[in-house]
């Protein structure tokens, strides 16, 4: 992590609480998750830093996705376990995990929070089979909700009541990541050894305006403040 402090651990609750508080935010989301995984049978799926798993609750009881197996380092591990997953307690960096099992892995919302994005990828590539997919998506360091996340991480939510949305993110969270660009993350799977990239993109409004309908996505990573990006083993 990049904070000692882990406010997944303190507050395990708050996050299904912002998502609840933004439910189209979640929806963009979740349609741009399902625009890859729904293209093809996902297989035995990981999702590392599966959180509450919330999302992939979602993905199944909405696209009919399934994830089954999932790797948490805090205790929202127990809530994902109660929503049906096989949670491992471990971090992205150090999978507990053979060579070549799985067929999809998934980081939705984790590089930001991992000590060591090469790593936690390089592992992810070790894991997966031969044409294995992974799915990386994350807010966009240069979108607007990165470079709003930046600037509340100096001053708090507070001094920008007038341009945050009406629920934003809890600022605990927002200060404990480092928000990379969409560039930035290109080069990390790269580097990994994935090949045959692909983006695609949600949250185009305003973050004060992202909540007002759900979006679908649109491929790239020009414009959306949440990119996803998926490459082949």
Do not use: K
């Not at 890859?36 to 959180?51: E, I, T």
């Not at 999302?55 to 197996?69: A, D, Q, S, T």
């Not at 708090?156 to 945050?164: A, I, K, N, V, Y």
């Amino acid at each position: 992590m990049t904070s000692s402090r882990n406010p997944f651990d303190e507050e395990p609750e708050s996050y299904d609480r912002w998502f609840t508080s933004n439910p189209n935010v979640l929806e963009s989301e979740l349609r741009l998750l399902a625009h890859f995984l729904g293209r093809r049978d996902p297989g035995r799926a990981l999702s590392v830093g599966c959180g509450s798993g919330l999302f992939e609750l979602r993905l199944r009881e909405e696209f009919g996705i399934r994830i089954g197996e999932c790797v948490e380092p805090s205790g929202m591990g127990s809530i994902a376990s109660g929503r049906g997953l096989r949670v491992v307690r471990g971090t992205a960096e150090s999978l507990q995990f053979g060579d070549s099992e799985f067929d999809t892995v998934i980081m939705n919302g984790v590089l930001d929070y991992v000590s060591n994005p090469a790593g936690a990828l390089s592992e992810a590539h070790r894991v997966l089979r031969d044409g294995g997919w992974i799915l990386v998506a994350d807010v966009a360091a240069e979108g607007s909700y990165g470079l709003l996340y930046r600037l509340a991480s100096i001053v708090g939510w507070e001094e920008l009541r007038d341009l945050s949305p009406a629920n934003p993110y809890p600022i605990e969270m927002v200060r404990s990541a480092r928000w990379h660009t969409s560039e930035e993350i290109e080069a990390l799977l790269r580097g990994a050894g994935f090949t045959e990239l692909e983006f695609a993109q949600t949250l185009t409004r305003h973050p004060r305006y992202s909540d007002d309908a759900p979006e679908d996505p649109v491929p790239g990573h020009d414009r959306g403040d949440y990119v996803a990006a998926r490459g082949v083993r």
